[in-house]
């Protein structure tokens, strides 16, 4: 089905890609403006199979393509230029400076609306009360109740805001795909209800909450058996309905099994390359799974696999369907994958998809070309060169908008996916979101607990929005190497975990907590063995999912370097093995477990603490990033003074002591 997606929710002054899905190169597509608001005078070149969508003006757009199998009706909501969110991917202002050579052509962002235009306001007003403070959140869920589909939406304003929440609005679109007839769909206030009778073998409702700008969307879907053609899959569903034949799911929920593990990155070259007596890289690979199930490791990502210019990364990919000769062969690769499912590990493939190698066969054809069938398929600047970012010289950026280079990595998607258990995604700012949302729905489709985790620096809200299930969490990381470096009080910790709702992500979506990277300088080179400790402890402390980088449990030293098994650190290993223990024992230390700040008193600014939450019980958190012991004063917090990942008392007059990471019991 080439059907361009779900329907789309944007600001006048965001720009978003559109393009049909599956597509075929050889086939005819068109686009046209079905209908439009008054003030729009928006057309579109009626030979282009992609196209950029600049909105004109305020309210609600259906634009058609045409394509081989039919035509196809998208909903986009616009709303006035003042509700752009802050740091819109679809602005072009988040992510994108430093880059060299770029032509506008990657890295949309995320707009939308209904299908019918439903809309409603927790006061009935149909119009937001325009507050102050930021982003709105919202989440989606639907019953069946008495032969119709009922869809709540749970709005929330900004932590910041200065709105009442009953003042937030809520705009509901129904997914164009879907046989639905909507003359039966009725909306009033936050709740859409549909009659069953109305509905085909699927509903998919997304929507926005609306303050001073619009939320993230959220969508939820009703199916009465499993598709393959979007997001309800066949799997067993998340939430079935008693005794109506429906299944309904959280589209944008993270898969349950991601919430809970821990992660560990490994550089592909240099993790085993000790190792003179294997064939290849992948067996040398799989002798080391059993220590990594002993530190408690349950799911790899691993650095680039793919055929490259030989840099050691791999992220310069020369082909995208073939394994790194260097590395063994495909069969190598899939039995490694097979021997860490064995050990209860996950996989994760680190998917490129922004640029290729300038030593790719189709780039080293198209360069200073134009008469070449590759030269569409690369941005280039004025001088000739190829479009890149940050003056990187030995790749390419993709053409997103042609087809044959859509076609070309979805198929590699669709190879890969087939072996692994999920996608760490390179530079996800650089591809059109939709791009990520036709993928997601692609892999979702035949893998409901498929991961897709992104790579963005900054993070950035838009991209829970059908696209990705986890995010680096950059913003606390950038401030664990503040606080590590003395340049931070320790308490701004609290403020990164704080920041990610306060700029507008879902509190569904989830976060790869990291103090180290294959691109970064190892944390203890930087920050000192004593941070480094405690750091480690805020990984598995803080809200989110801890990942390890290879070496970094051992206090290696060198970023890329072969690891210095021999000079192992069986202090710091066993510092990181007690906290995956003690995490992993803890409900309150993982996806489950409430955030809350408490008031304390320490002498030191390096020492933090705070407070996570669970019905199993509830536990006081320590930190110290400075040299040395400090008592910390929690003030009428009632606490067991045992340490549980030391079994240690640290009571002491005047508080509790910690040198660099505590977990103590609340009464």
Same mark, same amino acid.
């Given at each position: ?335 490694? @994958?097979?021997?860490? /499912? *064995? ?5 994760? $493939? #680190?998917?490129? !998809?922004?640029?290729?190698? &300038? ?100 993070? @950035?809200?838009?991209? /829970? *929005? ?5 995010? $680096? #969490?950059?913003? !606390?990381?950038?401030?664990? &190497? ?112 409430? $955030? ?72």
């Amino acid at each position: 089905m080439h059907h361009p997606g779900p329907p789309q929710f944007m600001a006048v002054g965001e720009s978003v890609q559109l393009a049909p899905r599956d597509p075929d190169p050889d086939a005819d597509y068109s686009w046209h403006v079905q209908s439009a608001p008054v003030a729009s005078s928006l057309e579109f070149d009626a030979d282009e199979a992609v196209i950029q969508f600049d909105p004109d003006a305020a309210g609600t757009y259906v634009l058609e393509l045409q394509a081989p199998d039919g035509t196809h009706e998208l909903t986009i909501r616009v709303f006035p230029g003042d509700y752009l969110p802050v740091g819109s991917l679809r602005s072009g202002t988040s992510g994108m400076s430093g880059m060299s050579g770029y032509s506008g052509q990657s890295g949309s962002a995320r707009p939308t609306q209904f299908s019918g235009g439903a809309s409603g306001s927790g006061s009935g007003a149909g119009e937001a009360t325009r507050g102050d403070g930021g982003r709105p959140r919202i989440r989606l869920d639907a019953t069946v109740e008495d032969d119709v589909v009922v869809v709540r939406a749970d709005p929330q304003p900004n932590p910041n805001s200065t709105t009442d929440r009953d003042d937030l609005v809520v705009e509901f679109l129904v997914d164009d795909r879907d046989d639905v007839d909507e003359s039966a769909i009725e909306t009033d206030g936050w709740e859409l209800r549909v009659p069953l009778s109305a509905i085909g073998d699927q509903l998919r409702v997304h929507a926005v909450a609306l303050d001073e700008t619009y939320s993230v969307p959220d969508s939820v879907s009703v199916s009465r058996e499993a598709f393959t053609d979007g997001g309800v899959a066949e799997a067993e569903p998340k939430n079935a309905t008693d005794g109506s034949g429906l299944s309904v799911s959280r589209p944008n929920d993270p898969p349950e099994w991601a919430q809970h593990v821990t992660l560990y990155e490994i550089y592909v070259r240099g993790y085993a390359s000790d190792d003179e007596e294997a064939d290849n890289t992948f067996e040398a690979l799989g002798k080391r799974l059993d220590y990594l199930e002993s530190l408690g490791v349950d799911c790899l990502w691993l650095t680039p696999v793919l055929q490259n210019d030989h840099a050691p990364h791999g992220y310069n990919i020369v082909d995208f369907y073939s394994i790194a000769e260097d590395l063994g062969t495909r069969e190598d690769y899939e039995q490694f @994958i097979e021997a860490a /499912h *064995d050990h209860g590990m996950k996989v994760l $493939f #680190d998917l490129v !998809l922004n640029h290729s190698a &300038r030593d790719h066969p189709f780039f080293e054809d198209a360069y200073k070309n134009p008469d070449s069938e590759y030269y569409d398929w690369y941005e280039w600047q004025d001088s000739g060169e190829p479009g890149t970012y940050f003056d990187w010289e030995f790749i390419a950026n993709f053409d997103h908008t042609n087809l044959d280079v859509r076609r070309y990595l979805l198929d590699a998607v669709d190879m890969w996916a087939d072996l692994v258990d999920g996608f760490r995604c390179d530079m996800a700012w650089a591809v059109p979101d939709t791009f990520w949302q036709e993928l997601r729905d692609r892999v979702k489709s035949k893998d409901p607990e498929f991961l897709l985790l992104d790579e963005t620096i900054p993070y @950035i809200a838009d991209f /829970h *929005d059908g696209m990705f299930d986890m995010h $680096f #969490d950059t913003t !606390l990381y950038f401030t664990l &190497r503040q606080v590590g470096g003395g340049h931070a009080p320790a308490d701004r910790i609290l403020d990164a975990i704080e920041q990610r709702t306060e700029v507008g992500f879902p509190d569904h979506a989830s976060f790869m907590l990291y103090l180290e990277n294959h691109d970064e300088t190892r944390y203890g080179v930087e920050c000192g063995d004593a941070a480094a400790k405690a750091a480690a402890g805020a990984l598995f402390t803080l809200p989110g999912v801890p990942m390890v980088y290879g070496g970094q449990e051992i206090g290696q030293r060198g970023r890329r370097d072969a690891l210095a098994w021999d000079h192992a650190r069986d202090d710091v290993r066993e510092h990181y093995q007690r906290l995956i223990e003690v995490r992993n024992e803890t409900p309150a230390l993982n996806s489950q477990g409430a $955030f809350r700040r408490i008031d304390y008193d320490c002498d030191s600014d390096q020492v933090v603490a705070f407070v996570r939450e669970h019905d199993e019980g509830s536990y006081l958190c320590l930190l110290n990033f400075g040299d040395g012991v400090e008592t910390v004063d929690v003030g009428s917090l009632d606490v067991e003074a045992t340490d549980i990942i030391s079994g240690d008392s640290v009571a002491a007059e005047g508080g509790l002591t910690v040198d660099d990471v505590v977990v103590c019991p609340l009464a």
